[in-house]
């Protein structure tokens, strides 16, 4: 709503204005093209801000009119000399009612011109108390607790946002709550000392200029430590909610700082309305990101209880090695009659980097983070710039004596681009690599069997590496490459202690459910049930299996299968010189038939090939699928 302007000759046309306090069209001079302001609603005068006489400016406030409790400047629509004032203060108006009648012309220096002037740095009242409130927020107005983290060898959570995030790109959602104790504590106490609850949460970009800011955007939740030690409050939980709500919405990937000692019991302001808090969503939300978007946990300190089980749920967790993490601290160790423990005791990353809890160990909190950003990257899309090495390198990597162990790793080195490998779990399930890759700048998931850890046979902790490593590519659209040498699955009295029958049958489970493309490379062995499941089941359900010439494949072991297929006839020759010169013949004469080339032959592969060669195998039959080409599966086993 509005106020208007008219010439008299308006006026004229309208004569039901000219009643009352309207004015009277016959005291106007026509010609004179007077410019009649009017209201353009009902409403009552508030402020008169002209008087006859006064020399006004375009777009300078005439008269305040209040209506539905909201005030309505009325401006003039143009320059000039005010003429007539028709209403004063507390005056009722209807709409076009006039208010003012102006002489159009221009205003000149010396006249009373009514302009607003604007500095635009001034601060006012209302947006200095909102700055000040921000400011005892940040590290600055907290030297005392930032110098004893530093002490400590730490960073502030503030300071991990600022490395983890592009520039300024951080927009913070709920940086003014405290701690939900003002019961008990001044609030000028809580937001000097409880500074947003403990958390810091918002949205962000990573990487933004390798892969632009739409792919680039992320969600960030950082637990403060030097906010009660990092503990989940009443308010810290409504942020993460709310946080977490958004991610999903935008579908964007979470990074977690998890560091904190869980649950906190001193908020005491929620005592009516929360017994014990069993209600909450947090867990629930944090959860049901798996599989939707990616999500990192990044640790460097003490995690336990509340931030542990979210750390939990993330994809991948990144530790500094002096970390320590487990679903309860110390004090709830103790309270439940279990001995007493220091912190440094409760989850040490000597027990959670072999048992595959911790995914990427790390130095300090740079390190952790430069992970991070490496590890977003892989779900952000293609990179450019990238370089390899010489690929002829391959060639010799295997050598020609069949029996002798290599460094598959170096295989991954040479055949991925330059410096783009990350490796998870390196320190659990050793008889496999997992590893995240590029390939002319393009993100893969990459699986191979280490042939100097149990000859590359895969053992339950193994076939749970790579089932989960297979959910994980499959659910953020990452192509599978598959890099086999192996004599199968572990098997005997001792590894059936292991459960194998189901960490072996999961592998056959995920891989028939595969929704991105899979190529297999047989390096040297391929044997058995193991071997079909580093094709994801069977040679033909990747889109390509293909082997390098010290390829050999065999429904088992040659060795076990000579045993046991010519018991009788080994059993047989009396002379051990004898028997063992008979069975190394039939082992050769196995070797011969499984050879690759001969596999290929009978089309179980679907080539062998140059080793040199097999970039651009993978590039032809795994290209044109972006991280965005399935859509999200249900979940991502934690394990």
């Given at each position: ?424 779990r390196a320190a659990f399930g050793r008889g496999m690599v997992t590893a995240l890759v590029r390939i002319e700048g393009r993100p893969y998931g990459l ?154 032959m009978t089309f179980e592969l679907d080539d062998v090939i140059d080793p040199a060669d097999t970039r651009r195998w993978l590039i032809a039959t795994l ?17």
């Amino acid at each position: 709503m509005v106020a208007g302007a008219a010439t008299t000759t308006f006026l004229a046309r309208h004569p039901e204005l000219a009643t009352g306090e309207h004015a009277d069209p016959e005291s106007a001079d026509p010609e004179s093209a007077a410019t009649v302001v009017a209201a353009g609603f009902a409403g009552s005068v508030v402020a008169v801000a002209v008087v006859p006489g006064d020399a006004v400016a375009e777009g300078t406030a005439l008269v305040v009119l209040e209506s539905m409790k909201m005030e309505h400047p009325v401006v003039a629509p143009v320059s000039g000399t005010v003429r007539e004032v028709h209403v004063v203060d507390g005056d009722q108006v209807g709409d076009g009612t006039v208010l003012v009648v102006l002489e159009p012309g221009d205003v000149v220096a010396g006249e009373r011109a009514r302009t607003a002037q604007v500095d635009p740095g001034h601060v006012r009242p209302d947006l200095a108390e909102v700055l000040e409130r921000h400011r005892l927020t940040r590290d600055e107005a907290r030297s005392q607790a930032v110098e004893k983290r530093h002490g400590r060898g730490h960073r502030t959570a503030r300071e991990n946002v600022d490395a983890l995030c592009d520039g300024d790109s951080f927009v913070e959602y709920g940086a003014l709550p405290v701690a939900a104790q003002r019961t008990r504590r001044s609030l000028e106490d809580l937001v000097a000392s409880t500074p947003a609850d403990g958390i810091v949460t918002g949205l962000a970009t990573v990487n933004a200029a390798d892969h632009g800011e739409d792919a680039a955007r992320v969600a960030v939740l950082a637990y403060d430590y030097t906010v009660l030690a990092g503990t989940q409050g009443y308010f810290s939980h409504k942020k993460t909610d709310r946080m977490l709500s958004v991610a999903a919405r935008l579908r964007v990937p979470v990074v977690l700082f998890a560091e904190g000692g869980g649950g906190r019991p001193g908020d005491t302001d929620t005592s009516a309305v929360v017994t014990a808090g069993l209600d909450v969503g947090t867990f629930a939300a944090m959860g049901a990101l798996s599989g939707s978007v990616p999500t990192v946990g990044v640790l460097n300190g003490r995690c336990f209880a509340g931030n542990a089980a979210l750390l939990g749920c993330c994809d991948v967790i990144i530790a500094t090695r002096d970390s320590s993490l487990g679903m309860a601290g110390p004090a709830m160790i103790e309270g439940g009659g279990l001995g007493r423990f220091a912190p440094e005791e409760v989850g040490p990353m000597s027990v959670q980097g072999p048992n595959g809890v911790v995914d990427v160990l790390v130095d300090d909190d740079a390190e952790a983070i430069a992970v991070a950003q490496a590890y977003l990257s892989y779900f952000q899309g293609p990179v450019t710039g990238w370089s390899a090495p010489d690929q002829r390198l391959l060639r010799h990597v295997v050598g020609e004596n069949r029996l002798r162990v290599y460094d598959v790793r170096e295989v991954v080195r040479t055949l991925a681009d330059t410096g783009s490998v990350l490796e998870l779990r390196a320190a659990f399930g050793r008889g496999m690599v997992t590893a995240l890759v590029r390939i002319e700048g393009r993100p893969y998931g990459l699986v191979a069997n280490d042939p100097t850890h149990l000859g590359g046979a895969i053992d339950a902790d193994g076939a749970d590496k790579l089932a989960r490593f297979l959910q994980l590519c499959d659910a953020h659209g990452l192509p599978v490459i598959s890099l086999c040498d192996t004599p199968g699955f572990m098997v005997g009295p001792e590894a059936e202690q292991t459960a194998t029958v189901r960490h072996f049958s999961r592998l056959f489970v995920i891989g028939s459910h595969l929704r991105v493309p899979m190529t297999t490379i047989v390096l040297r062995k391929a044997y058995g049930l193991g071997a079909q499941a580093m094709a994801g089941g069977g040679f033909h359900r990747p889109v390509a299996t293909a082997a390098w010439p010290t390829g050999e494949i065999g429904a088992m072991g040659l060795e076990g299968a000579v045993r046991l297929g010519y018991a009788r006839e080994l059993a047989a020759i009396d002379d051990p010189v004898a028997r063992e010169e008979r069975f190394q013949q039939l082992v050769a004469e196995h070797y011969e038939a499984g050879k690759a080339v001969n596999a290929a032959m009978t089309f179980e592969l679907d080539d062998v090939i140059d080793p040199a060669d097999t970039r651009r195998w993978l590039i032809a039959t795994l290209a044109g699928r972006s991280p965005e080409a399935s859509a999200p599966r249900g979940y991502i086993d934690t394990w």
